[in-house]
């Protein structure tokens, strides 16, 4: 069985600077996908990134990008030039190749301060 | 492009009422289908996933049911509601025979068992 874990419940960042999310996952599958969703306010998940096992380079889209370290079983998200608009709960979560079903890590709050 | 949709966005129901969770998706064919549960302050639970039409598989046991009358339709039901329903219930779509393996969420439905 696969278990995601987010260490932080809460961060927080000054609007224009960088945060990074942490998030470790376990999973004894050699083929997997990982992904970051984001949760505003408004509850919808919205898919934020998402990163290929099987793939040494680490994803990127636009601001946001992530340091998969495959052996350590981490995969951390950056958040470039923070705006307010990124406040939200952000979600960590894998999925075995083949099989969609995720796994969820518990969240971690981004606060923005203007 | 790809839409998914749920209704109604927030219910109230009385303990011991019966539910029923629309979910229709557009713009694809033969998705697999997903219901999830994120109670207050918490990750997402897998409940039901749906590989086509009349094939359900549970991942939770509970006093809720799914079914799948039609190729993007996807019913969330209960013939009795317990308070511990109570929760935001998330529907999400997903191509198996892609090279993503992503899941795309709907709105969501925020329901409440008094």
């Known amino acids: 069985a696969q278990t995601v874990t987010q260490s932080q419940p809460e961060m927080s960042v000054q609007e224009a600077e960088t945060v990074t999310l942490s998030c470790t996952y376990d999973?004894?599958?050699?083929?997997?996908?990982l992904f970051w969703y984001k949760q505003p306010p408004s509850r919808q998940m919205i898919l934020v990134i998402r990163?290929?096992?099987?793939?040494?380079q680490n994803a990127t889209e636009n601001r946001f990008s992530v340091n998969f370290q495959k052996a350590a079983k981490s995969f951390s998200l950056k958040i470039s030039d923070s705006q307010l608009g990124d406040a939200a709960m952000y979600f960590c979560?894998?999925?075995?190749?083949?099989?969609?079903?995720?796994?969820f890590g518990t969240g971690t709050r981004l606060t923005i301060i203007p | 492009s790809q839409t998914i949709h749920q209704w109604p966005a927030t219910l109230v129901q009385p303990v011991g009422s019966p539910l029923s969770l629309e979910c229709t998706v557009e713009?694809?064919?033969?998705?697999?289908l997903y219901w999830y549960r994120q109670a207050a302050g918490r990750g997402l639970q897998l409940l039901f996933y749906?590989?086509?039409?009349?094939?359900i598989s549970s991942e939770v046991p509970q006093n809720l049911s799914a079914s799948r009358p039609q190729d993007r339709q996807f019913i969330l039901s209960s013939k009795k509601l317990l308070l511990s329903d109570s929760g935001f219930y998330l529907c999400?779509?997903?191509?198996?025979?892609?090279?993503?393996?992503?899941?795309?969420f709907g709105p969501g439905t925020r329901l409440t068992v008094l």
């Open positions: 979560a894998s999925s075995n190749f083949g099989n969609e079903k995720l796994t």
């Open positions: 999973t004894s599958e050699s083929d997997y996908y």
């Open positions: 990163q290929e096992a099987y793939k040494q």
């Open positions: 713009g694809t064919s033969n998705p697999n």
């Open positions: 749906s590989i086509g039409i009349g094939q």
């Open positions: 999400a779509w997903g191509l198996l025979d892609s090279d993503t393996d992503t899941q795309y």
